[in-house]
């Protein structure tokens, strides 16, 4: 009885543990402003797979922007793949820039190539 209440103890110590461990690892939101902000740039690098779909945009200044969009699995049901984007396609990201730092990266709630627009997290206002 004593030793099947310590391995009990343990797998759930374990299990929370590792729940932790990857709860912080996965950032979501928390990094970027709570402001609107919108980027209209030319496509210089398409990158879709685990954990973001991503894009590298180059504004008109030159400056290039890491575009971070949604995981894959939200992106297909979107609509959205790798077959939509292309280099030198001009799109439109609304989402939220990093607060932190002096960096050039957003998170992307919203896609609009051509004149498609793809809902990455319909569930935020």
Known sequence: MLLSKTLLKFVVGTALST???FSYGHHGWSWYGNLPFILTAEVVEVAFGNPHDRLTLKDDNGQQWNVLLSPPARSRR????SEAVEVGDTVTAYGHRRSEGDNYEMKTERLKVGEKM???YPDRK
């Open 19 to 21: 729940v932790a461990i």
């Open 118 to 120: 793809f809902n990455l």
């Open 78 to 81: 979107a609509g959205l793949s």
